[in-house]
């Protein structure tokens, strides 16, 4: 992003975000954003949600690291293992490793279902709600969508990984992003599972 367009956002964001409880930076690794927006959104940000794709125009470029703080990070397996440099490491040990001080983490793992962290109280696994998936496209994007809030509001993390699970089980029953999940539609998955 040339300068002065970077300068220009700067200016709209450092205007902007008081007037929000929690911003979620979803950070897809395209140039958008750069060193000063990410300085300013993360002195500035009342609660910040952080997530950075690993995509196959970024890998190993792209990670949560260049992040200094962040209220809650949302990653998939393989991002919170690039950030870790560890292949093989237990998911459980890798978390603490990422040294950002967030107290809040969810990390995806696709038909394994979530993975969720919180300082107050350690770990939870929470399995995949559905075992059919018609397209996996985005199912990241409505976790950290929904979520955010979700954990913005103090919600623990055993119900944030559940919320997260129920929509990522409708977003992959959706070709191509072509709709978004309704929040109708997720009340009712979610009502239809705890009966």
Do not use: W
Not at 123 to 142: H, K, S, Y
């Amino acid at each position: 992003l040339p300068p002065y367009y970077e300068s220009e956002i700067c200016n709209y964001i450092d205007a902007n975000i008081q007037k929000y409880d929690a911003v979620l930076v979803a950070d897809f690794g395209h140039g958008f954003i750069g060193p000063q927006i990410i300085e300013l959104v993360c002195n500035k940000a009342r609660f910040l949600a952080v997530t950075a794709q690993t995509n196959s125009a970024n890998v190993g470029f792209n990670l949560i690291t260049k992040y200094p703080r962040a209220d809650y990070m949302c990653l998939d397996g393989l991002e919170l293992r690039l950030a870790c440099h560890d292949k093989f490491g237990e998911l459980k040990a890798l978390v603490p490793r990422i040294g950002l001080g967030c107290n809040n983490i969810a990390i995806t793992r696709g038909s394994e279902g979530s993975l969720t962290y919180s300082s107050r109280d350690g770990f939870f696994e929470i399995p995949a709600l559905t075992d059919r998936a018609v397209d996996r496209l985005g199912a990241g994007d409505a976790y950290v969508a929904v979520t955010t809030p979700c954990v913005a509001s103090g919600y623990p993390m055993d119900s944030v990984g559940f919320i997260g699970n129920a929509v990522g089980a409708l977003q992959v029953q959706i070709v191509g992003n072509k709709e978004p999940v309704e929040p109708v539609a997720l009340f009712k998955f979610i009502k239809a599972l705890l009966k």
